[in-house]
């Protein structure tokens, strides 16, 4: 396993999407973990932050290929996955492939298609995989859906189901820049193509080696009852109704080895597990009475809190 190799592999990512995107190096590296783990992305944050932006310069960073799928309430199965179409010049029926047919696909407004829409991403983001007309086709590999929503609007949307928040491997807000990187946004907005100054800067020997061979970090006794504790945590506190499924805590164990090798070590700590617990599993928990995101972080961080750190030398 080649430490040095992963290091590389998000400096380059990092480097290249920050030409247009400024001060966001933590989401942009948190995007990359969750593509090396194979994962999905859920962007819940306000208009006008650069969400489509950031989307499309990480796929052109990668250079894999991209299809954006704006998300409306008339959207329907078959506009994602693809039909099957009569030819008349081979008199047979053929398959037209679907949106769903790229490396990286930009579900924008999520919240806004019928759950009947949402229910069709269901089986490509968890098999890779589509089923029309009882035919399954695989789906590109690398395969990541990043999908956004607006978080205060509440006319017009259909609230994402349980079920396909867990299948997102983590959710996170962008925020506004402060004021310095506001300035530095406005002057760089003088270019009427940002994507222009964006190009592949990674192989695909670079990726098939980074998605393949993270899985050796390794994670001491005490360092993984501590993960245990705080997944176990959120099923047993007072103002959570439903706490993180085993999915999550697989989530947030690979999340932590590849960020551990991001961080130059080829072994989980506590603090990597304090970094990432936040962003992967504040959509996979229920509260009484509320479920925004922001209520949901305060949760975990009290959590984070409440538990003892094993001090330990690894």
Known sequence: MNIEAYINFKNKIINNISKIIVGKEDIIEL?????????????????????????????????????????????LPSDLTGINFYNQKTGDFEFKPGPLFANIILADEI?????????????????????????????????????????????GVFPLPEAQLDRFFIRIKIGYPNREEEVEIINRNKSLDLLENIEKVVSKEEIDYVRKNYSGVKISKEVMDYLLDIIEKTRNYDTIQLGVSPRGSIALFKGCQVYALFQGRDYIIPEDIKRLAPYILNHRIITFGTSRSKDIYEFIKIILENIKVPTEEV
């Open 111 to 155: 919240n806004r298609a019928t759950p009947r829409t949402q229910s069709s991403l269901l089986e490509a983001m968890e098999e890779r995989q589509i089923t029309v007309d009882g035919i399954t086709r695989k789906l590109p590999d690398p395969f990541m859906v990043l999908a956004t929503q607006n978080p205060l609007e509440t006319y």
């Open 31 to 75: 995007i990359t973990i969750s593509f090396i783990c194979g994962g999905h992305v859920l962007i819940e944050d306000v208009p006008g932050l650069g969400k489509t932006l950031m989307v499309k310069a990480f796929a052109k960073t990668i250079g894999g290929d991209f299809k954006r799928i704006q998300f409306t309430p008339d959207l």
